[in-house]
């Protein structure tokens, strides 16, 4: 990645809502898409964001539309390898806030995101 570059680290959710057109996000979704490609804004995904919107994809959507979406949208992203240490942060994360509704996905996004 080049100086200079400016990303926007991704969750499943919003990606999730750019494809399908009867979320209630669909709209906001594309448009927040738009802005960013407009301001050449590129989208940053961790893998286990990647991991988790093609499942969702796939149980709700159905299979060809999850794998369109993993060959249209792969290219197109940075991806954030996460290491053991962002693996181990996020598991002492959701732990201590296990009050929240927070999934292992979910935590290693904020620790990336730090």
């Known amino acids: 990645m080049s100086e200079g570059v400016r990303l926007v680290l991704v969750d499943t959710g919003p990606l999730y809502a750019a494809v399908d057109t009867s979320d209630a996000y669909h709209t906001r979704a594309l448009a927040d898409t738009e802005y960013l490609a407009a301001r050449n804004i590129g989208l940053a995904l961790t893998i286990p964001v990647a991991v988790e919107a093609h499942g969702l994809l796939r149980r709700k959507l159905g299979l ?4 369109r979406w ?9 991806l954030f390898e996460v290491s053991d240490r962002h693996f181990f942060a996020a598991v002492q994360l959701i732990t201590r806030f296990s009050d929240q509704s927070l999934s292992l996905v979910d935590g290693i996004l904020a620790i990336v995101s730090e």
């Open 64 to 67: 060809f539309t999850a794998n």
């Open 70 to 78: 993993l060959a249209e949208t792969t290219p197109l992203v940075n």
